[in-house]
């Protein structure tokens, strides 16, 4: 049975800490059978954004599921060409629009970028005060982001969503965040399957009778960090939830995080902050 216990963010709200990632979920009939297969299966948070160009898939999938709005969190993110105070209202307008929502959950800045950097999250703290968004976030802010945020902000973000996984452990950052009362939720939990052969979690699977997906999964939750594993399979769908009835001891969690080696799937944020937009990566 999937553990519902939620975080408690530091806004006084609470949020699940196992989701489901909705990025590459592209068709409607696939949008509506995975959320029907989570929700089934226990899911209460879906991580949809702008760029995903599914909101509105999520929007029908709820309906026609007729989900009760107060019984999940929905995440959504504000694009880098919508970012700026009046494009951040407006564009959020229309997600809400497209979501069939009054309020999002939580609303994130897909990346940081230095053209916008205090305006976007000004039109944020507005969108919370007039209580559309319950709680507002970030999305590929490091230290040195969050610090410079900080100097202006009146409201700092609840969670900061990162690349994480055995292969980016992001240390220094989930200490910072801690530290600040920000909750970290890793994106790319499962490294996007790439390594999942990798013999070490091979090695654990075997010892814990579980897949190398849950070891990694287990070792994100008992960091304490905030998982949205996504797949289009039930079966992984479900598998992924599977992993509440086991325990990694800390000498297995640390094999786990001695992986690291600083290995980015995707963009690099500093370089994001500077160009402004996302560059071509494999
Ligand atoms: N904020 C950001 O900038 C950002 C960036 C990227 C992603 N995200 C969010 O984070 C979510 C998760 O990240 P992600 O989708 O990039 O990567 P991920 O969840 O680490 O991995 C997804 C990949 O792993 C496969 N998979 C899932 N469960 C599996 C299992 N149990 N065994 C083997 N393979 C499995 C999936 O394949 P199938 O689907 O074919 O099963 C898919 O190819 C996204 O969906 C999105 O919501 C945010």
């Known amino acids: 049975m999937i553990d519902l216990k939620g975080l408690k963010l530091n806004d006084g709200n609470t949020m699940p800490q196992l989701g489901l990632g909705l990025y590459k979920v592209s068709t409607q009939a696939e949008l ?17 954004a702008q760029m995903y160009q599914n909101e509105d898939m999520f929007g029908l999938a709820a309906q026609e599921l007729n989900l009760p709005r107060e019984e999940y969190f929905l995440t959504t993110k504000i694009a880098e060409e919508n970012q ?41 703290e507005y969108l919370k005060e007039q ?7 970030v999305s590929n802010y490091g230290v040195i982001h969050l610090q410079y945020l900080a100097t202006k902000a009146n409201i700092m973000p609840a969670v900061d969503q990162v690349e994480n996984h055995p292969f980016l452990t992001q240390d220094g950052l989930l200490e910072f965040n801690k530290t600040q009362g920000i909750i970290t939720q890793a994106w790319a939990p ?8 990798e013999p070490i979690l091979v090695e654990l699977a075997q010892k814990y009778h579980k897949s190398a997906a849950q070891i990694v999964l287990r070792w994100h939750w008992q960091r304490g960090t905030a998982i ?11 598998e992924n939830a599977a992993i509440f009835d086991f325990e990694l001891a800390p000498v297995d969690m640390q094999k ?18 500077e160009l402004g937009h996302q560059y071509p990566h494999h």
């Not at 229309?94 to 230095?114: F, G, T």
């Not at 209580?131 to 976030?137: C, L, Q, R, T």
């Open 32 to 48: 509506t059978q995975v959320v029907k297969t989570a929700w089934e299966q226990g899911y209460r948070l879906f991580d949809s």
């Open 131 to 137: 209580g559309v968004v319950k709680s507002i976030g």
């Open 228 to 238: 949205i594993p996504k797949s289009v399979h039930a079966a992984r769908i479900i």
């Open 190 to 197: 499962l490294g996007r399957a790439r390594a999942l052969d």
């Open 84 to 124: 700026g105070y009046d494009n951040t209202l407006r564009s959020f307008e229309k997600s809400l629009k497209d979501l069939q929502v009054d309020y999002v959950d939580m609303l994130m800045v897909h990346w940081p970028l230095h053209q916008h950097f205090f305006e976007t999250w000004k039109a944020f």
């Open 256 to 273: 786990i995080t001695d992986l690291n080696t600083f290995t980015r799937i995707s963009q690099e944020p500093e370089q994001v902050y």
